[in-house]
């Protein structure tokens, strides 16, 4: 199985910046594709960005598009996502998710951004 371990959250100001992390605990990290999905409470859950497995290609939401960036570092068996000028909406729990076909089969426990106004 594969585990995932998100990290970064917190507390920032609209308009700030805050960088997740997504540990994964598996051999064959490379294998598999990645994604940020998240869930504000009452909201369903969005995927929010894609990134490949070799990292060479992304996708986002057009909610975030020009704002987050998902990066991976394949040697450190990490995926990442930076996300900057955050909005108040952007507040939810973030989740790690992994895949090796057209699934997310895994999924971290999320960690929580919240953005004050």
């Known amino acids: 199985q594969v585990q995932l371990v998100e990290s970064g959250g917190g507390l920032v100001q609209a308009g700030g910046s805050l960088r997740l992390s997504c540990a994964a605990s598996?051999?064959?990290?490379?294998?598999?594709?990645m994604s940020w999905f998240r869930q504000a409470p009452g909201k369903e859950r969005d995927l929010v960005a894609y990134?490949?497995?070799?990292?060479?290609?992304?996708s986002y939401a057009d909610s975030v598009k020009g704002r987050f960036t998902a990066s991976r570092d394949n040697a450190k068996n990490t995926v990442y996502l930076q996300m900057n000028s955050l909005k108040p909406e952007d507040t939810a729990v973030y989740f790690c998710?992994?895949?090796?076909?057209?699934?997310?089969?895994?999924w971290g426990q999320g960690t929580q951004v919240t953005v004050s106004s």
């Open positions: 990134i490949s497995r070799s990292g060479g290609s992304t």
């Open positions: 998710t992994a895949g090796r076909l057209n699934n997310w089969d895994y």
């Open positions: 598996v051999r064959t990290f490379s294998m598999y594709r």
